[in-house]
């Protein structure tokens, strides 16, 4: 078997698809946690990982103010220690920049609950909902220097049932992302870009 590959993971939040992908990789699993990092030091998704026996970083953004670039550097020097071949973003709520994305090109993977490139940005499950869509869903996709835009790597699909709020429809949607981005990363750590449909 090639040589495993060293996963760092972005979150801003509660961490669940973080969660669905650490307990995905172990025996077999292409891949191995090195880092858990947040950009908001109060993230529950820090505690449940280190909780698991994985390395995590804080990097709080607030102090760089408008300055991005500034808390990238300081969100670099942590991932460069870890020395990751793959970083996932799991409900990392900071832009990057094009510096930034371009550092990691071809590295780097993010999940999206919409499936694109229909409703790039926020809100999505509002949005979804006030276009009277009849469908909606996830998607795991390359970063790119585009917001939301690089290629699709996988897709779950779920039905918009009558009476959906966006807290109702978030949740079906949240359920197929903890599938689906461990499929991805699977197939991805070995090369496999061939796109999942679930
Ligand atoms: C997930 O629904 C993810 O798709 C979304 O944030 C949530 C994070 O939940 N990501 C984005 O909206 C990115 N623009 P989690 O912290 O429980 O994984």
Redesign the pocket.
Known sequence: MSETKRVAIL????????LALLRDMTGDHPCRPVLVASNDPEAG?LARAAELGVPTAAVDHKPFGRDREAFEAALTERLEAAAPDIIC?????RILTPGFIARWEGRML????SLLPKYR??H?HARALEAGDAEHG?SVHEVTAEL?GGPVLGQARVPVHPGDTPQTL?AR??EQ?HRLYPMVLRRFAVGDRTPIRL
């Not at 979150?11 to 973080?18: E, H, T």
């Not at 973003?89 to 709520?93: R, V």
């Not at 993010?110 to 609950?113: A, L, S």
């Open positions: 979150i801003s939040g509660g961490g669940s698809n973080m998704g973003l799991a409900g990392f709520m993010n999940i999206h609950p940005g926020l999505t996830v939301d978030a949607v949240l992302e």
